[in-house]
């Protein structure tokens, strides 16, 4: 379950705290870059360089300092989504996991002032790249196969078009003996149209739990209200009454549905 008030502090940090840029990831198809916060530590990247006696690695970085950051000027345009709201869907997606409670989306904000202009930041999640989803899936833990059952419900109810393997996480805090499922992309997502595109076609045939239909019931009632409202501060009106829709085709189903469309799966699968 989500810790709210923590949710609230990194949130409310990763809107106001000063930014550095350290880098772009290279295999990213939008401009994306890391980016360290420097609240807590006012050192600029060459000082921290000059007292390692070398070019500092991420590792050698607080993760509880580094977010991703995806600047809207940096977004590469696409013929089936509106030009400069990519970075938007990532932050409705963060909304609408909130509001289900299920902790999967790690915080992300909109940023008006960073370097490069408006744009979605994300906290860093320091993980392990071996653990992607096909890792996990044939690793078998229940407690990380639950969590990937609900990112199925996730993508359904999204509509994402881009759930890569390497789009799954697993966080491993030292204090706790099971890992958390984290996930990020959620730039190509709440189309109008069906997109749904995914490695999580594994789990079709499978009921629906409980849990998670209450959930998303509870977030059919938010969508009537301020949820509703959130979501459309960041997405088209005809958008959100279409996550709506989907909301209602979820809470119908039975089972998880078995691949279906053209393009059914992303590529690169990983």
Request: net charge negative.
């Amino acid at each position: 379950m989500t810790d709210t008030a923590a949710v609230h502090a990194t949130g409310d940090r990763l809107q106001q705290a000063p930014l550095e840029v350290l880098g772009r990831f290279a295999d990213a198809s939008n401009a994306t870059l890391l980016v360290r916060l420097t609240d807590r530590d006012p050192r600029g990247l060459d000082e921290v360089a000059e007292q390692l006696g070398r070019d500092p690695q991420v590792e050698d970085l607080e993760p509880a300092d580094l977010a991703v950051y995806k600047p809207q000027r940096g977004e590469r345009p696409l013929w089936d989504f509106p030009s400069g709201t990519l970075h938007r869907r990532e932050i409705a997606a963060g909304i609408l996991d909130g509001e289900l409670g299920w902790d999967l989306v790690p915080t992300t904000v909109l940023r008006t002032d960073a370097p490069y202009g408006v744009g979605s930041l994300q906290r860093f999640v320091a993980h392990d790249p071996e653990e992607h989803y096909f890792a996990l899936l044939e690793d078998g833990q229940p407690e990380l196969r639950a969590q990937l059952v609900a990112m199925v419900v996730f993508d359904l109810l999204i509509d994402n078009a881009d759930r890569k393997a390497g789009h799954v996480l697993v966080e491993r805090p030292q204090h706790e003996a099971v890992g958390h499922l984290r996930l990020v992309d959620h730039g190509v997502a709440f189309n109008v149209d069906r997109k749904l595109r995914t490695v999580g076609w594994d789990f079709a045939g499978e009921p629906v739990p409980g849990a998670l239909r209450g959930d998303v019931d509870r977030v059919r009632e938010g969508l009537a209200g301020d949820l509703g409202a959130r979501l459309g501060t960041l997405l088209a009106e005809e958008e959100v009454t279409r996550l709506t829709e989907r909301v209602e085709e979820v809470l119908a189903m039975e089972h998880l549905p078995p691949p279906s469309g053209p393009y059914p799966y992303p590529w690169p699968l990983l």
